[in-house]
């Protein structure tokens, strides 16, 4: 008899370890490639054949790997082949593509197509007479755009790392393989698996409570486009604010953020009322940690917010209103083109400054208009120099990154468009008006063609006014009838500043009644030539270096950088450091750029927190960096 000894078993290990490698790797890279690759072209940001096939369903199954920071699982489409297409094409960008199965059995014949920048490498899959289901096998890279892994020591725990997804505009495509473009709604279903130490989320419905398995289901059933798939997964704790609303985040911050956002039920309720009742079930907000590149998501259930909104006063809390009213204007009737963005941030500014106004009052309403009405006039001038074509409100974004598209034109421009409806028809034919487009859309997308004809063909006085509506729709910058918005608040202000200004001393400030908005009106008008001399006297009144409310904070170190005001250097490095905010991050680098000693410690600063930044916002950060040659 022969026994194995344990050199023997080693070596018998050892062979069926490459045997078994060896099998993998050719398993994985011998698929069948599809016999004749068809054209490929690029509409709307898509590969994907969208108008031949539709996309019913998407069911995820996915493994969220701490370690290796990436996702891995599959994504299983139910199609409707109603045009019995060949090939089923889908958008990926950095995506590993590992194997693809039809319904359930067969092995399917696929092929990737050359990388395209900005909008990645389609995957075009060979499609059986009958096949109804797709499933593809995948993982993500490690630089997935969507895609933010945090370390423990990025979040406020400092002891759990964090992973959140930003799928907006076309980012989607970098998680899941998908037609991801805004045109193609699809109900999904999930299983996410994650260490048992956290909970995962989706823009689905949620568990409010980790389990023992660390396995979690989901389900979306109301149809949504691709940018609003969302994930996030960490020591995440909620909190109850209404039977229908609440508030996640990390323990750390919880109580903050629920106290934060008390009157959501308010919110809800008011916009209840002005358009229509709320479609999506629940509606929570998940605050993260402070590296969210943007200021909200309005991920459908559960928007996703920047804890730079929570300045302990409620001062900013217009963000949730924002992205709540999202869920009619984007979520429920969606932009089919990201040509046709203004349709999704106009409405949703103009509904946000109704929630605001019928919570809040009208005065507060108008000053949060009137601040934001200012920021539009400096883009305003800025785009009239440098791209007039991006002042328009339906946007040309061929060739280009959406991205691109995303500034105060759509947002401002498109709301006070739509104010000026309200002024020419009044209130309540405009109302009206609104919730019948919103019924009439609802859960489908819209162009801005379809919009204007919608317009026609509900509302008085056309044809006489098509030339007007042309000229807020198509043409550049704004028109005269742009209607004013007036807040005595910031008026007072302006004032003040202006006598500062003039007189080059702090008499005429006088902060008794003074709000964060307060606050931002001034430091955006004083003129940093002027009161160069004022800053530390300023300084010192009011702490403003050491603040700790985000918008404050960012207009101070503006007028810090133009004065040279060299005390607030600490503070401005600990704030980029530790900020990942695009609308703050964006601003400052542009100003710090302007002098070489400036840009020197805009790249010094840069090269410390860019680990720290999405990769929204590093980007953009990089190109101003690239771009500016220092006068
Ligand atoms: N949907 C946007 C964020 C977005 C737009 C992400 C385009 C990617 C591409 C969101 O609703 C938004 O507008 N956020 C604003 C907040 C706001 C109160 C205007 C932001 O992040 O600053
Ligand atoms: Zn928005």
Redesign the pocket.
Known sequence: MYYLCEFDMLQILSRITVIAVFVVSIASCSHKNVGKMPVLSVKNHSFSNYDSITLKHMYLSLKVDFDQRILKGKAVLEIDNHSNCHYLILDTRQLVIDDVLLDDSVSAAWSLGEEVPIVGRALVIELGPKTRKVAVYYETSKDAEALMWLSPEQTLGKKHPFMFT?S??ILARTWVPCMDVPAVRYTYSADIECDKAYLPLMSASNNFKKNTTGKYHFEMPQPIPS?LMALAVGNIEFQSLSANSGVFAEPEMLKKAAAEFSELPAMIDAAGKLYGEYAWGRYDVLVLPPSF??????NPRLTFA?PTVIAGDKSLV??V???LA?SWS?NLVTNRTWED?WL??GF??YF?DRIMEAVYGKPYADMLMALSVGELNHTLETLMKDGPGDTKLKLNLKNRN??DG?SDIA?VKGAMFLKYLEGLYGRKVFDDFLNAYFNHFKWQTVTTEEFIEYFKSHMSKWPKIKPELDAWIYEVGLPASCPKIVSVELNRVEAMANSINTEKSLKALDTAAFTTQHWMHLLRHLEADSIKDLMPEMDKAYQLSASTNSEIQCDWYLLCISADYKAADPYLEAYLMSVG???FLEPLYERLVLTPEGKEKALRIFRKASGGYHA?SRNTIKEILARTTVK
């Open positions: 930003q907006q505009a940018y590149p943007f200021g909200g998501m309005e920047t217009s963000l209103a924002h992205e999202h984007g963005f999704n941030e949703t500014v946000e959406p991205d995303v947002y905010r695009r609308k929204v």
